[in-house]
């Protein structure tokens, strides 16, 4: 590989070392000059300033070899913390990471969407909801951040994340599905004045896509992506280390792509889309349309969806006929998702995370293996990775805080990880 010289040495040098660190720590200079195709001037450069902000540190160990030995180097993961917040039909959940994906605290706040906003239920932000929505959150930073004793300069960032569409310039989400609230409001500029930091808004789908990729230090050459279930169907991809974003920042609703021709309608406008049959909230109201079912697993009819699905979830894992049935139903038409998603992308590795999969994942990833191995185009020039998520349920929140902490640590992924602050 021809070698570059140190004036390449900008922000996606920066990230390009960072993100090798990151996936094959400990490494030596001389291996990063060798996988970078950098100079050495220049790896030593880069190293110092690294080591200099606090977000690389050597180990003590070095590397017997006939010349100098070699010390290396892995993530500081007390260099800065992420906050990420997932806002849900139901809770609140707030997480925080240190550098190398590990969580160090985590709260969950009951919300049942009761406001941000100052409308009834069902109705638009009102009068003050931007000011609710922001008090809420901040709330919830502040409890979780004070509570682990972090000072507020080691804190890279908040994000929060939620079912989108989101607009990422203006910082807020534009019709959250089930979350009529949230709508609207201009919750980074907002919460960034409050809290001091750096805030974004993102999709829950991109944030776990991410987190994925950051917490298990998958390499940036694999063609990575995540597919998101939790009161909808998302996904993402990361290319060359960096979250695909589209034209808007909305790429991967793999959950509006049709699977049932001439289906049931979407709000989207489209028909017969993935996001009407597979998710729980798709598969409880089936389970409610079989007589007797929700009486024997004494769902309530006033039982959130979210929890009436871990309900079914179990039941199926414990040898219900009908509720499995129901489940591998939502699984098959799930799988037609992922199918689509390796064709289109050519992936070779796929991790399914979200509360969706929190109970039954196994029978998730059973079937997409499944089909994958039977109709992925590529099938016989290489095989796809696919893994449950080790949190499916705070898989987003996670996620939250690994876009902060990557756009902190190794800026150069795009501007999608620039931040209010």
Not at 166 to 176: E, K, M
Not at 177 to 182: D, T, Y
């Amino acid at each position: 590989m021809a070698r570059r010289e140190s004036a390449a040495a900008g922000p996606g040098s920066r990230a390009l070392v960072v993100d090798l660190i990151r996936s094959s720590g400990p490494i030596s200079r001389v291996e990063l000059v060798n996988a970078t195709g950098l100079t050495q001037p220049t790896i030593s450069n880069i190293v110092r300033r690294l080591i200099d902000d606090g977000v690389v540190r050597e180990t003590g160990d070095t590397v017997a070899t006939r010349g100098k030995p070699r010390a290396m180097l892995i993530i500081n993961s007390r260099a800065a913390y992420g906050v990420g917040i997932h806002v849900g039909s139901d809770a609140l959940t707030c997480v925080v990471t240190d550098t190398r994906g590990g969580t160090v605290g985590r709260a969950l706040v009951a919300s049942a969407d009761a406001g941000p906003g100052g409308s009834a239920p069902g109705g638009g932000p009102g009068p003050g909801g931007t000011e609710d929505a922001v008090g809420q959150l901040a709330a919830l930073y502040r409890d979780v951040t004070e509570g682990l004793g972090l000072e507020t300069q080691s804190v890279a960032g908040l994000a929060v994340v939620g079912p989108g569409p989101v607009d990422l310039a203006r910082g807020g989400f534009l019709a959250p599905p089930g979350l009529p609230r949230w709508a609207g409001l201009d919750l980074a500029d907002a919460l960034a004045a409050r809290l001091g930091i750096p805030v974004l808004v993102d999709s829950d789908a991109a944030a776990a896509t991410v987190g994925e990729f950051w917490g298990r230090q998958v390499s940036r050459d694999r063609t990575f992506g995540c597919l998101y279930m939790n009161s909808g169907v998302g996904s993402g991809l990361v290319l060359d280390g960096a979250l695909h974003r589209g034209a808007s920042s909305n790429a991967g609703k793999i959950g509006h792509v049709s699977v049932i021709r001439d289906g049931e309608p979407c709000p989207c406008g489209n028909r017969g889309c993935l996001e009407m049959y597979a998710p729980p909230r798709a598969v409880v109201r089936r389970a409610r349309a079989v007589p007797g079912l929700a009486d024997r697993l004494r769902i309530s009819p006033d039982e959130p969806d979210s929890r009436a699905f871990d309900v079914l979830a179990r039941a199926a894992l414990y040898g219900d006929e009908q509720a499995r049935a129901l489940v591998d139903e939502s699984a098959a038409l799930l799988a037609e998702g992922a199918v689509a998603l390796v064709n289109v992308w050519d992936l070779d590795t796929l991790v399914l995370a979200g509360p969706g999969f929190a109970v039954a994942g196994s029978i998730y990833v059973s079937e997409v293996r499944r089909q994958l191995a039977e109709r992925a185009y590529t099938r016989d020039v290489h095989g796809v990775r696919v893994d449950l998520s080790s949190n499916p349920r705070d898989a987003a929140a996670i996620g939250g805080a690994a876009l902060v902490l990557q756009g902190s640590v190794a800026p150069g992924h795009g501007p999608e990880l620039a931040a209010r602050s």
